[in-house]
């Protein structure tokens, strides 16, 4: 099977799952382009069964906007003609399912058509999408796929409120390659903290949703009662909020480590005690999945698809969207009980595992295959 993928190029959770997946199945032998702006960030580009095509936008001063989505159709429509693609797959409905539709009408004019898929991610049904200027278009791409899917339950149920959908939406969820975390020397961890402090760590974009001032509040509580350290990995506009809370908090100075992107996150994230997502929005929560891969318990918010991965008192703790006191507490109660903390850091690899790409990539094939045998049928 020749299967196109279209992605964002950058870390965040839907290029990163669009990214694993389409290696993983070139790893078992599929022919798989990936069609994106730039090189996904994690994209093994050795693998023979892997190909890279990169949309062009050429610049003309007419534009005040230039036309990507021209440029993707348009290389979309190239690809599928030149490899004789059996199946596309895109990763958000704007811009990628909405520039599949117009390529499909142009291969249609040559005999070429091909099924597609969309995947729903959040951003497309949750802040995009409920824009005026993109609400019609999105729920159109939507309508216009072959087939439907969504990273988790509560994704699906928003997508059905928010959007008249005509077909069924599946839910797959989004995986972990489990065998992607190893254990690591304990001595390692000194580089962090101290051995009588644990390690609290956030893993995010630093954008507004992902209530980073809240992540820092918790920490300074948490740190009243606990010798503790804090760890930051990632970069975004909420940078300066870490900023200010340093300045006005000195004596954490030296208790905060900003760490920026970085390649090894699966070794800090081995490290560390307690992962914190007070998100106000995830669709999914793969940065709580891949904390738990890594042994490393979660206290979060309730939002979106948290529930579904971070389980009450098993795997973590969850507290309603903006209840600091609430995921304050909880954390110094796990941070305190090293029992308790043992249990969890168990629990959290054995919910990871449920989620493993082992498990979840049979998933995907079936409904490749379907997809096409209905998309054959109907011809």
Known sequence: MKIGILCYPTYGGSGIVATELGMSLANKGYEVHFISSAMPARLDIANPNIFFHKVNVQTYPLFQYQPYDIALSSMIYRVVNLY???ILHAHYAIP?????????????EVNADVPLVTTLHGTDITLVGQHPSYKHAVEFSINQSDTITSVSESLKVDTLQKFHIKKEIQVITNFIDNSEFSNHEVCARKQLA????KILIHV???RPVKR???????FKNVHKKVKSKLVIIGEGPDMEV???FLEENPELMDKVRLMGKVNDLYKILELSDVFLLPSEQ????LAALEAMAAS???????AGGIPEVNIQGVTGFLAEVGNVEAMSNYTIKLLSDEKLLAQMKINAKEQAIKFDLKNILPIYEEMYEETLKKFHAMA
């Open 84 to 86: 004789k693609l059996d």
């Open 212 to 218: 980073v001032s809240e992540v820092l509040e918790i």
């Open 96 to 108: 990628y399912a909405y520039a599949a539709f117009t390529a499909k009408q142009m291969l249609k």
């Open 242 to 244: 870490i900023n200010e």
């Open 194 to 197: 101290n051995p009588d402090e």
């Open 282 to 285: 995830e669709s999914f929560g």
């Open 296 to 302: 490393t318990p979660v206290i979060s918010s309730n």
């Open 204 to 206: 995010s974009n630093l």
